[in-house]
């Protein structure tokens, strides 16, 4: 069966690792047919928009999309452009999974957390936010609903059960932020006794982040709130060797983005020495998502194995190749 993605090659590495992860794709002969689109700093250079809407139209067009990094400056300047596409297209779900793979510089051995972070609330939308005029005051108010803490807490408990997984914790501030953690506090508890088969518990975020840097081995599945979420699975891919080995997942009811979760590191681009594997891995649940966990499973095996191996990696991985020879290498390895 033969799916069409949208792809987004996205700004500064962008273009390199998709060049790779597509070549990888196409070896694994699983019938995919891209149309390409822009967004980012690329786009609005060629047509003075950040977001085009042909862009827009593919994604809502397509089975998938598969997207770059797109550069988000610090501070002032536009929002951040996957805000953005995770509220055109509402999608709430963002899941990030971390594995330990032999032969990255890990500090840590047998990771294996899954982060879902609710994607469309929270800190990040930003509501009504204003700095004064004499610039002495920022203000921006914390919004979440219960239908956004309920289909994300019910998202991370379908997921568990349906991947096997053991345990979700729940992960709060509600001690303090008592309106806005609480109701996404107790809305996950509501949602968690419909899964009486999966054990949950419930952890307040400031020690959920001492307790995976002291023993992460506790951690199963984590769900949280959007700005929680973004910092813990941050702290989730350090567990395991960066942002070069994380990959994200943008879930709604209608469409799917996924995407490497680290930036666009514009200080390397075009050297062609940039990692892939995050935007590997990414496609690797873009496959699942699709329906073709065969192929999903061979990708991620090559991967392993090519990063086990050490002997076509990029410096990153303390190697010397290529993104192209990094990516050829993965695709000699799959099965």
Not at 154 to 160: K, N, P, Q
Not at 290 to 308: F, H, P, Y
Request: hydrophobic letters at 40%; one cysteine or more.
């Amino acid at each position: 069966m033969t799916h069409t993605i949208t792809v987004i090659p996205g700004d500064g590495i962008g273009p390199e690792i998709m060049k790779a992860t597509t070549e990888v794709l196409d070896r694994l002969d699983c019938g995919l047919e891209y149309v390409y689109h822009q967004a980012g700093l690329v786009a609005m250079e060629a047509n003075g928009e950040l977001i085009p809407e042909q862009t827009l139209a593919s994604i809502r067009q397509t089975d998938a999309c598969l997207k770059g990094p797109l550069t988000t400056p610090v501070g002032k300047g536009f929002r951040s452009i996957n805000v953005t596409l995770r509220k055109i297209f509402d999608l709430y779900a963002n899941v990030r999974p971390v594995v330990t793979i032999p032969g990255t510089k890990s500090m840590y051995k047998d990771i294996d957390i899954i982060t879902v972070r609710e994607n469309t609330e929270g800190a990040y939308l930003a509501a009504d936010s204003f700095v004064s005029d004499d610039g002495q005051m920022a203000e921006s108010k914390m919004v979440v609903t219960r239908k956004g803490c309920e289909r994300v807490t019910r998202y991370a408990f379908e997921m568990a059960r349906k991947m096997g997984r053991k345990k979700v914790t729940i992960v709060h501030k509600a001690n303090i932020l008592k309106a806005v953690s609480g109701m996404f506090l107790d809305v996950a508890r509501e949602v968690a006794a419909k899964f009486p088969d999966i054990e949950s518990d419930e952890m307040i975020v400031d020690n959920t982040c001492m307790q995976l840097v002291m023993n992460p081995w506790r951690f199963d599945m984590i769900v949280t709130t959007n700005l929680f979420g973004d910092i813990l699975s941050d702290l989730c891919a350090g567990l395991v060797g960066g942002l070069g080995l994380a990959p994200g997942a943008n879930i709604g009811d209608d469409a799917a983005i996924f995407e490497a979760v680290h930036g666009s590191a514009p200080d390397i681009a075009g050297q062609g020495i940039a990692n892939p594997c995050a935007l590997l891995l990414a496609s690797c649940m873009m496959l699942s998502y699709l329906g073709m966990e065969d192929q999903s499973r061979r990708l991620k095996v090559a991967i392993q194995q090519t990063i086990k191996s050490g002997q076509q990696v990029t410096p990153d991985l303390g190697g010397s190749a290529s993104t192209a020879e990094f990516g050829r290498a993965i695709a000699d390895c799959l099965v």
